[in-house]
Nanobody, 123 residues
Framework: QVQLVESGGGLVQAGGSLRLSCAAS????????MGWFRQAPGKEREFVAA????????YYADSMKGRFTISRDNAKDTMYLQMNSLKPEDTAVYYC????????????????WGKGTLVTVSS
């Protein structure tokens, strides 16, 4: 059974940083693209970032460019999202995603989702 487990969320002040982790188990995604999405209260889930099997190929939503960095450690089947210069509008549940494909800088066809980790940014 495939599981994606996120961790690292929490409460942070505006301008602060957090590092999210996503640990995969049940199968390896070391040769597959993975991604991050988020869903703010009352809003639809949106794409945050994705990376190919090598994190030299990374893609970001425009509002995250320059502030967020996606990376992965294939030996550990773990993906990360370093979030800097956080803003109150970054408050959301952040989800790890796998089993999809990167198309034109976005991540589609997600087959597996984590349960999410809550990030709250206070002003």
């Amino acid at each position: 059974q495939v599981q994606l487990v996120e961790s690292g969320g929490g409460l942070v002040q505006a301008g602060g940083s957090l590092r999210l982790s996503c640990a995969a188990s049940g199968r390896t995604f070391s040769r597959s693209a993975m991604g991050w999405f988020r869903q703010a209260p009352g809003k639809e889930r949106e794409f945050v970032a994705a990376c190919g099997w090598s994190d030299s190929n990374t893609y970001y939503a425009d509002s995250m460019k320059g502030r967020f960095t996606i990376s992965r450690d294939n030996a550990k089947d773990t993906m990360y999202l370093q979030m800097n210069s956080l803003k109150p509008e970054d408050t959301a549940v952040y989800y790890c995603a796998a089993g999809g494909r990167i198309v034109r800088g976005n991540y589609y066809g997600v087959a597996y989702w984590g349960k999410g980790t809550l990030v709250t940014v206070s002003s």
